[in-house]
């Protein structure tokens, strides 16, 4: 059974930084693309950053370019994110979620998810 574990959220000032965590359990689980979403009240979920498999490959929404990181670490099954200089507009519940085949923005192609882990950012 594939679980993905998400930890890090919190309360933060705007300009203030967090970073994500997502561990992977399940003995053969062995995903390539990792990524991450949010989902804010009242909102639709969207996409924020994709990994691929063996780091090379990265992509982030526009709206978080430039001040969130993903990275991952294969043997530990775990994938992070991290999240600079922070805006009101950032506050949502993250989600972390794999996939088997190759990156991709769109949620509903991702195979598994993670419970999600709030971040709220005051002004």
């Known amino acids: 059974q594939v679980q993905l574990v998400e930890s890090g959220g919190g309360l933060v000032q705007a300009g203030g930084s967090l970073r994500l965590s997502c561990a992977a359990s399940g003995r053969t689980f062995s995903p390539n693309a990792m990524g991450w979403f949010r989902q804010a009240p009242g909102k639709e979920r969207e996409f924020v950053a994709t990994?691929?498999?063996?780091?090379?490959?990265?992509y982030y929404a526009d709206s978080v370019k430039g001040r969130f990181t993903i990275s991952r670490d294969n043997a530990k099954k775990a994938v992070y994110l991290q999240m600079n200089s922070l805006k009101p507009e950032d506050t949502a519940v993250y989600y972390c979620a794999a996939r088997n085949g190759w990156v991709t923005t769109e949620f509903n192609e991702y195979d598994y998810w993670g419970q999600g882990t709030q971040v709220t950012v005051s002004s």
């Open positions: 990994i691929s498999a063996s780091s090379t490959f990265t």
